[in-house]
């Protein structure tokens, strides 16, 4: 997988280099928010790989019929696009949008599987450099109190495939008593339970079930073997190298407080039947146990050179989990990608609910402007330098800027049946629809009654508010109802947690 990373990241380093001229300044000088390091980077790989595609798409079948459809559809999703964008930013250009929200769609995709190849290329390294096999053929040990080592080792016998053998390498022990204590572990017996899958305790030639504690019973049960190398006391049968059937005797010792108690159970074992790989992988675990046994009390263990006759060579399997992490990064990056096509339509719904919200106060302004004596059109351009003058630089309303373009459209010589059409086609709501109509129609056929009519829009508007904003304080108290359930559950977790405990004791 190393190599696997850095073939990607020589790829990428193909990319700014070949990207390295392409010119991102208007992006730069447009672009809002935050800027991360070596953003412009990928900005000009994002520009370097849309100009590619373009081109590829154009050298790709040019008078096919697929590829007339798949440009049919890819111009129809910009402009689907763009104006969705136009709506958001109406004082920018649609084009110039459309082009700067592929390059952020490009360039964080590719910011994120640049960033997501590295993380799995340290982590593939520090898997590889952070093994336990030394060169010299050696483990270290853990010292006392600090558990085994469990590894995956591959043995490697000459004239044969390799083995992958999981292994135990235990840590270093202080006396014999305390292998004597390591080694006798609890379990529990009833003669009706040890057999396991044995049909008798005269003939086993499989694994024991040698219980530690009998349910309803107050004891721990230890048990002794007369030969562990054929049954353990963790019940394990190894009976491999087995010839002839033997006899083992069990030892039960039941124990409660300072009483204890003895049974004695004779076992038959009987041979058990290996195949070729089965025997192979034995006499590598016998090996391996011999050398563990004459190292004990070393600090390091010495691998066999040789199992029986042939040689070994032997290799740690690696657990490299990077590849995982990989294909999560790349998702990611396909999400990421994607997302950026649901942050435009979540932007769509914020600026639809504040235009909602900001109309009654819109109505309301033109209502008090017209009733001083001015005009629809003063009354609009008057509001449009308003809000210039307290207009801040990160913060800005959908309507006003809406209100700044129609002046514009008014100042460049539109009719203004046409720039209040328009006020009312790029707001796409039922309330600025019907204001557009109404001013257009005041204009069209005249009207005396126009102020009264204006007073009854923004009376009716201010209802609608009340409305929204009941409705908007509804869904917040539901929005809340997860988090304060989150709560209370952790509340009677702390109550009733110590009121069990206090209980129990």
Same mark, same amino acid.
Do not use: W
């Given at each position: 997988m190393i190599y696997i990373y850095l073939f990607i990241l020589l790829l990428f380093l193909l990319l700014f280099v070949l990207s390295g001229k392409e010119d991102v300044s208007a992006y730069m000088a447009q672009a809002s928010g935050q800027s991360y390091p070596g953003e412009k980077f990928f900005l000009k790989a994002a520009v370097w790989c849309l100009r590619m595609k373009e081109m590829f798409s154009a050298k790709l079948g040019r008078n096919e019929r #697929?590829?007339?459809? *798949?440009?049919?559809?890819?111009?129809?999703?910009?402009?689907?696009? @763009?104006?969705?964008?136009?709506?958001?930013?109406?004082?920018?250009? $649609?084009?110039? #949008?459309? +082009?700067? *929200?592929?390059?952020?769609?490009?360039?964080?995709?590719?910011?994120?599987? *640049?960033?997501?190849?590295?993380?799995?290329? &340290?982590?593939?390294?520090s898997s590889h450099t952070g093994g336990l096999l030394k060169e010299d053929g050696y483990i270290n040990r853990n010292s006392y109190g600090e558990g085994n080592?469990?590894?995956?080792?591959?043995?490697?016998?000459?004239?044969?495939?390799?083995?992958?053998?999981?292994?135990?390498?235990?840590?270093q022990k202080i006396t014999e008593a305390e292998i004597i204590i390591l080694y006798k572990e609890a379990s529990e017996l009833l003669p009706s339970l040890i057999l396991g899958e044995n049909s008798s305790l005269d003939a086993v030639t499989k694994n024991l079930n040698l219980v530690s504690v009998i349910d309803g019973y107050p004891f721990k049960i230890l048990w002794e073997s007369s030969s562990y190398s054929l049954i353990h006391t963790d019940g394990s049968v190894q009976n491999e190298e087995l010839i002839n059937p033997e006899i083992v005797t069990l030892k039960a010792c039941f124990k409660y407080d300072e009483s204890e108690f003895e049974d004695v159970f004779p076992v038959q074992i009987y041979p058990a039947e290996l195949t070729d790989r089965e025997l192979l992988i034995k006499n590598i675990k016998d090996a391996l146990e011999e050398q563990n046994q004459l190292s004990r009390s070393d600090d390091a263990m010495i691998l066999p050179k040789k199992i029986g006759m042939e040689n070994v060579t032997w290799k740690e399997v690696i657990q490299d989990s990077s590849g995982y992490l990989f294909l999560l990064i790349c998702i990611a990056s396909v999400v990421v990608f994607i997302s950026q096509n649901k942050e435009v339509e979540e932007n769509l719904k914020k600026r639809n609910k504040e235009l909602l919200l900001d109309y009654p106060e819109m109505v309301n302004k033109l209502t008090l402007y017209m009733g001083a004596g001015m005009t629809i059109r003063n009354a609009f351009i008057k509001m449009g330098e308003d809000y210039k003058k307290q207009k801040t630089s990160n913060k800005k !309303?959908?309507?006003? $800027?809406?209100?700044?373009?129609? &002046?514009?459209?008014?100042?460049? @010589?539109? =009719?203004?049946?046409?720039?209040?059409?328009?006020?009312?086609?790029?707001?796409?709501? #039922?309330?600025?629809? +019907?204001?557009?109509?109404?001013?257009?129609?005041?204009? !069209?056929? @005249? =009207?005396?009654?126009?102020?009264?009519?204006?007073?009854?829009?923004?009376?009716?508007?201010?209802?609608?508010?009340?409305?929204?904003? +009941?409705?908007? @304080?509804?869904?917040?108290?539901?929005?809340?109802?997860?988090?304060?359930?989150?709560?209370?559950?952790?509340?009677?977790?702390?109550?009733?947690?110590?009121?069990? *405990?206090?209980?129990?004791?």
């Open positions: #697929q590829h007339k459809e *798949f440009l049919y559809k890819e111009q129809l999703n910009k402009s689907r696009l @763009g104006k969705k964008l136009k709506l958001l930013n109406p004082e920018l250009s $649609e084009k110039q #949008q459309v +082009k700067n *929200f592929y390059l952020k769609q490009y360039s964080i995709a590719l910011l994120v599987l *640049f960033v997501g190849n590295l993380l799995s290329l &340290c982590v593939a390294v080592i469990d590894l995956v080792l591959s043995a490697q016998i000459e004239g044969r495939e390799a083995e992958e053998i999981f292994y135990t390498v235990e840590e !309303r959908y309507v006003y $800027e809406e209100i700044l373009l129609l &002046c514009h459209e008014l100042q460049s @010589g539109i =009719s203004e049946m046409e720039v209040y059409t328009h006020l009312g086609k790029r707001c796409s709501l #039922q309330q600025y629809m +019907k204001l557009s109509a109404l001013l257009s129609q005041n204009i !069209r056929k @005249g =009207s005396n009654n126009l102020l009264n009519m204006m007073r009854q829009e923004a009376a009716n508007a201010f209802e609608e508010r009340k409305n929204t904003a +009941k409705k908007l @304080g509804e869904e917040a108290g539901t929005k809340l109802l997860i988090p304060m359930m989150m709560m209370l559950c952790i509340v009677m977790v702390i109550i009733m947690i110590p009121a069990y *405990f206090s209980f129990s004791a």
